[in-house]
């Protein structure tokens, strides 16, 4: 069964632009894909831990010589990683907080970039683990960061997502902005109006 896992971590609940816009992919993913199964992961819930030395240090002792607390300390890690090796597709929805991604979203990053797990170090340097998955990456920002805009050296949410999914493995990328959400809080623009570009795209790559 092909399975979708989806990612939201917008604090905003019913408010958020991106959250419509994950429900969004996910209902045309499952049009597209009867059968297949779509797993929510709302990073805002899970009150993942802040990394620190110890679990760096666990991290890094090899799995059979690990202390039980050493093991239980990873168990988060090693459990969002089962996440991510089992599923077939990732979306994301990504608000802009100060010019780069929610905090919630980092703190998940941190647990789930593992040497050994999602990337190795060989001869020929780094190279991500998490090869043959396709991300779809859903951004909603009050400002508007498009290529050859005046603030778009200021987005550092699509190139930071990019790399650092591409060092993970995850090369096939496609990014869908919904800038200027600014707009709605203002009332230049209703919010229909606003979404319907950015939902059509959505529609049309979920259903490939
Ligand atoms: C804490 C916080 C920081 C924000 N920082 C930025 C920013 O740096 N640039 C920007 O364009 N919008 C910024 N915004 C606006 C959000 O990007 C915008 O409201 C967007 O719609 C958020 O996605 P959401 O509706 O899914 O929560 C910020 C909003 C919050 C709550």
Do not use: H, I, K, P
């Given at each position: 069964m092909v399975t979708l896992l989806k990612f939201d971590s917008s604090p905003?609940?019913?408010?958020s632009i991106s959250r419509k816009l994950t429900e969004k992919f996910a209902k045309s993913w499952l049009h597209a894909h009867p059968g297949g199964k779509v797993i929510e992961r709302d990073l805002t819930t899970l009150n993942l831990p802040v990394v620190n030395g110890f679990w760096v240090g666990a991290a890094y002792t090899p799995e059979e010589a690990r202390t039980p607390e050493q093991s239980a300390t990873l168990a988060t890690s090693d459990s969002l990683i089962a996440d991510l090796q089992q599923a077939d597709e990732y979306v994301f929805g990504v608000p802009m907080h100060n010019f780069g991604i929610p905090s919630t979203l980092k703190l998940w990053i941190d647990q789930i970039a593992r040497a050994g797990k999602t990337f190795s170090y060989g001869p020929d340097g780094p190279k991500g683990l998490l090869t043959g998955k396709k991300a779809t990456l859903l951004l909603a920002s009050g400002g508007v960061y498009s290529e050859?805009?005046?603030?778009?050296?200021?987005?550092f949410v699509a190139p930071y997502l990019r790399a650092v999914f591409g060092f993970l493995g995850i090369t096939d990328i496609t990014i869908i902005a919904a800038g200027g959400t600014a707009q709605l809080m203002s009332g230049k623009v209703d919010p229909e109006t606003f979404l319907a570009p950015s939902l059509e795209k959505i529609h049309s790559h979920a259903s490939i």
């Open positions: 905003m609940g019913e408010r050859g805009t005046v603030m778009a050296s200021f987005d």
